[in-house]
């Protein structure tokens, strides 16, 4: 059992002993000269005109949370439709066809999930959160 | 005299290693950016000669490609990208706008980069075709073999070794106050 992980602990402890023999390597081979320009931030060569560190306004979360809440539909949308037709035989499938009667579990099944990501859709609708104003 | 031996037996392989492996940073300001581009694209393929990787930051670059005109306006910027390059680092003025300046004299333009910064290695050509690219590189690998490029000797020159003192360009070109350090610009840099 132990014996399994052994090839990933060797992996794991090649790749770190290589980077920092690589990091060791370039601290102490390298040249080394610090300079004023060295540490000034790099802007293409240009002064600085402001600080990464700014304020977005809250609008690029709310379409961000928004993103993710359509993207996991979509993600969970192509699993289903994947087992759509085996979902909607309450008998086997054979080559694709239903040898007995048609099930609706499927179909009920998504709209359930639709249905309470439509709900949500309506509240931020409500609340204004699609708009950009 | 053995260290002397090991000490070249070192030097040897690490330029060795040195020119098959340079980072460019595309300094890239012209029409001489299409040659450019052609050199490095698969029909060319400049990364059969090791200069594969373009790098968009002077950390990680040890080959500054200047590949354009270069005018006073843009003066500082070179100097300040060549200066935030890690020793050893190499130069080369693509085409002949970035090594003399080429057919513009006039009040704009700076009449090669060499007067801004040290070139390793010029490229004629307005704009040069992509074999002489090839050639102007291999002939840099070459230099850089035999520990020649300028940030190699002054490297050298710093560690206590001898070498001629015209192998050294001083800097011929004042630039703006503005392209010195510490730089004048930005209000996140005045104290708070």
Redesign the interface.
Same mark, same amino acid.
């Given at each position: 059992m132990t014996s399994d992980y052994v090839p990933a602990a060797l992996t794991i402890l090649i790749s770190v002993g290589f980077a920092l023999l690589l990091s060791a390597a370039a601290k102490y %081979? !390298? +040249?080394g000269?610090p300079? @004023? #320009? @060295?540490d000034?931030p790099?802007e =293409? !060569?240009? /002064?600085?005109? !402001?600080?990464p560190r700014t304020r977005f306004e809250i609008k690029f979360y709310q379409v961000a949370i928004l993103f993710l809440v359509f993207d996991i539909e979509t993600a969970f949308l192509y699993p289903w439709a994947l087992k759509y037709r085996e979902l909607s035989c309450t008998g086997a499938l054979v080559d694709g066809v239903c040898t007995s009667g048609v099930s609706f579990f499927g179909l009920s099944e998504i709209l359930v999930f639709m249905s309470i990501l439509i709900v949500a859709l309506a509240y931020v609708w409500r609340k204004r959160a699609v708009g950009w104003e | 005299m053995g260290l002397e031996i090991y000490n070249s037996t070192v030097q040897a392989a690490?330029n060795w290693a040195r020119k098959f492996s340079l980072f460019q940073y595309p300094f890239v300001t012209a029409c001489c950016g299409m040659e450019f581009m052609s050199t490095a694209a698969p029909k060319y393929d400049l990364a059969r000669f090791g200069a594969e990787f373009p790098r968009f930051?002077?950390?990680q670059a040890d080959l500054l490609i200047i590949v354009g005109t270069i005018t006073e306006r843009q003066a +500082? #910027? %070179?100097?300040?990208?060549y /200066?935030?390059m =890690?020793?050893?680092k190499w130069v080369v003025a693509f085409g002949v706008c970035a090594s003399t300046g080429g057919f513009y004299q006039n009040y704009s333009t700076v009449p090669g980069a060499d007067q801004i910064i040290p070139v390793d290695v010029y490229i004629p050509g307005c704009p040069p075709r992509p074999e002489q690219v090839l050639d102007g590189l291999i002939l840099l690998q070459e230099r850089i073999q035999r520990g020649e490029g300028h940030s190699q000797i002054v %490297?050298k020159a710093?560690a206590g070794h001898d070498v001629p003192v015209a192998a050294i360009r001083p800097r011929n070109r004042a630039l703006p106050a503005?392209a010195n350090?510490?730089?004048? !610009?930005? +209000? /996140?840099?005045t104290e708070k």
């Open positions: %081979l !390298g +040249p000269r300079s @004023k #320009a @060295k000034y790099y =293409c !060569g240009s /002064d600085v005109i !402001g600080s | 690490v930051s002077p950390r +500082p #910027a %070179l100097r300040r990208v /200066d935030q =890690c020793e050893p %490297l710093e503005s350090f510490p730089s004048t !610009g930005g +209000p /996140d840099r």
